[in-house]
């Protein structure tokens, strides 16, 4: 089984069902629920999560945004092929240490931290304006996977 490191943006494109890359988030989590891939996430993971949810239901029509939101971070906080990790004294400074020379989101530097410290890959769902510039560096440091990469 192999492991890999999931940013919010990954899981928020899952349980969106016309998200333009929901396809390929739904072949990750197909993979997650048949326990061939296992997935580590920060625990602020979870709350940028519901903050994105909370926000994307109300669009859809949903009249209880928050509750939905909240029923589906406790769906993925509890599934058994995923690991909200602790944060670690090392995971702390491994992701201070990426922000500090990145200049990143502090989610995304949790994941990258999470992904260096457990060697395993770190999935996000696009690049970000701030991921673009620094891509090369990015990629030659950390095994990272872009669902925008597959199924154009």
Do not use: W
């Amino acid at each position: 089984m192999s492991l890999v490191a999931l940013d919010s943006s990954v899981i928020a494109e899952y349980a969106n069902l016309s998200g333009r890359l929901h396809a390929q988030a739904d072949a990750t989590f197909t993979a997650i629920n048949e326990g061939k891939l296992h997935a580590v996430l920060a625990p602020p993971t979870i709350s940028e999560l519901y903050y994105i949810l909370a926000r994307l239901y109300p669009a859809s029509g949903d009249v209880e945004p928050q509750k939905k939101a909240e029923a589906f971070c406790k769906y993925i906080y509890f599934h058994p092929s995923i690991e909200v990790a602790d944060l670690t004294f090392p995971t702390l400074i491994e992701a201070a240490k990426i922000k500090s020379e990145y200049k990143l989101a502090l989610t995304d530097c949790y994941v990258l931290a999470l992904a260096k410290l457990r060697r395993c890959r770190a999935i996000f769902r696009h690049r970000e304006e701030e991921m673009k510039k620094l891509s090369r560096r990015l990629l030659e440091k950390f095994e990272i996977v872009f669902l925008e990469d597959y199924g154009r």
